[in-house]
């Protein structure tokens, strides 16, 4: 069964500071991606990344950098020099890609960062 | 780019009352995915459609129905409405039912009084 865990139910740092959201997951399949989602106050669902099992290096896009660990079923996201525009619910999916698989995204129940200035 | 639109933004309706919500995918996504997040939660997957065919089901109440039509546009039809219905309902599009090319709408705002 899939299953994402965020342990992490709202975190609260000041501005400049680096923060990491954690991701725990649980699949039994060997091919599957994860993403991280970004959904500011307005509601929608802003894509950050996806990254598939096979695919193990961390990657680092601006501010942002996420570290994918496969011996820890790990998908942490981490903001350097976080900014109050950062202030968001952050949901980390998993998605099987087994034959069987249609497709759909199993979410993380999310982590509500607040970036005071 | 074109996007994953979703009609309309916002709907208010009563108890009891119908609901229609409409998506439109990206042009030659031919698989639509419908989720539903209630106040304080993550999205929870209710229905997808793949080549106009039910690919999968989830946790979709017998009172929401939904199809795929022949311009791969889909509508989420909900009767009987429920307070607990409120949500945000999201369509996401892909090609083939494969991940790469995966893409949400803004979603539509459904407000049950």
């Known amino acids: 069964a899939q299953k994402v865990t965020q342990a992490q139910t709202e975190i609260s740092v000041v501005e400049k500071e680096d923060v990491t959201l954690d991701c725990v997951y649980e699949t039994r399949d060997t091919t599957y991606y994860l993403f991280w989602y970004k959904q500011p106050p307005s509601g929608e669902l802003v894509f950050l990344i996806r990254r598939n099992s096979f695919d193990e290096q961390n990657e680092i896009s601006g501010r942002y950098s996420w570290n994918f660990q496969k011996s820890t079923s790990s998908f942490n996201f981490t903001i350097t020099a976080s900014q109050v525009v950062d202030s968001a619910v952050y949901f980390c999916a998993l998605s099987e890609e087994a034959s069987s698989n249609t497709g759909k995204l199993i979410f993380g129940q999310g982590t509500t960062l607040q970036v005071k200035p | 780019a074109a996007g994953v639109i979703q009609s309309p933004r916002h709907l208010i309706k009563e108890k009891r009352e119908t609901a229609t919500l409409k998506c439109y995918p990206i042009?030659?996504?031919?698989?639509v995915y419908w989720y539903q997040q209630g106040p304080g939660q993550d999205p929870q997957f209710l229905i997808s459609f793949y080549e106009k065919m039910q690919s999968d089901k989830g946790s979709i109440p017998d009172r929401f129905s939904a199809q795929q039509f022949s311009d791969y546009h889909s509508e989420l039809n909900m009767s009987s409405l429920e307070l607990g219905d409120s949500a945000l309902y999201f369509c996401a599009s892909t090609m083939g039912q494969k991940l790469r090319s995966y893409t949400f709408g803004s979603g539509t705002r459904l407000t049950v009084v």
């Open positions: 042009p030659r996504h031919d698989t």
